[in-house]
T-cell receptor
């Protein structure tokens, strides 16, 4: 069975500071990792996926198979980045249902 | 841009009653999902649906739950006899395939069982 762990429930940083949201996973196969974001009063939406190796809104995440981590990083946080961030995993060969972490509430202070 | 819609946004029901939560997935999507989030807990997978049948379900999805795609557009989740512990936010999601495509989520239905 797969599991996703986000150790920080709450994270506050000042505007312009770097931010890192931690995500660790356990899965015996080859996982596909995602970051989903939920802004206040909005729906869950995809932020980025590891397979695309893209940067969205200045965020990046690198899959580290040795450390089984997929941490989300941004060098300069903005106030509009304040949101709930969920790390999620799908298992290969499945119906691609997402296994979510418990989420990290990021607050960027002015 | 097309969106997944869900109705109602909030449903209050008494314990033991049946509820039906409705979702309209994005029209060209093929895979459909229900998730739930109990207050303060993580989002949990309930069931996935493809080609008019359940493809996978979690341990949570017991005999009290059922899903249906009655008319080619709606995707429903029925809880036959609600319990207090069914109180949660229920999210519907859809995606166009099983590659790591984005799952598009609906806004959720808050179910309160009293």
């Amino acid at each position: 069975a797969q599991r996703v762990t986000q150790p920080e429930k709450l994270l506050s940083v000042f505007k312009g500071a770097p931010v890192e949201l931690k995500c660790n996973y356990s899965y015996s196969g080859s996982p596909e990792l995602f970051w989903y974001v939920q802004y206040s009063r909005q729906r869950l939406q995809l932020l980025l996926r590891h397979i695309s190796r893209e940067s969205i809104k200045g965020f990046t995440a690198d899959l580290n198979k040795g450390e089984t981590s997929f941490h989300l990083k941004k060098p300069f946080a903005q106030e509009e980045d304040s949101a709930m961030y969920y790390c999620a995993l799908t298992a290969s060969g499945s119906a691609r249902q997402l296994t979510f972490g418990s989420g990290t509430q990021l607050t960027v202070l002015p | 841009e097309p969106e997944v819609t869900q109705t109602p946004s909030h449903q209050v029901t008494q314990m033991g009653q049946e509820v039906i939560l409705r979702c309209v997935p994005i029209s060209n999507h093929l895979y459909f999902y229900w998730y739930r989030q109990i207050l303060g807990q993580k989002v949990e997978f309930l069931v996935s649906f493809y080609n008019n049948e359940i493809s996978e379900k979690s341990e949570i999805f017991d005999d009290q739950f059922s899903v249906e795609r009655p008319d080619g557009s709606n995707f429903t989740l029925k809880i036959r006899s609600t319990k207090l512990e069914d109180s949660a936010m229920y999210f519907c999601a859809s995606t166009r395939g099983t590659a790591p495509y984005e799952q598009y989520f609906g806004p959720g239905t808050r179910l309160t069982v009293t």
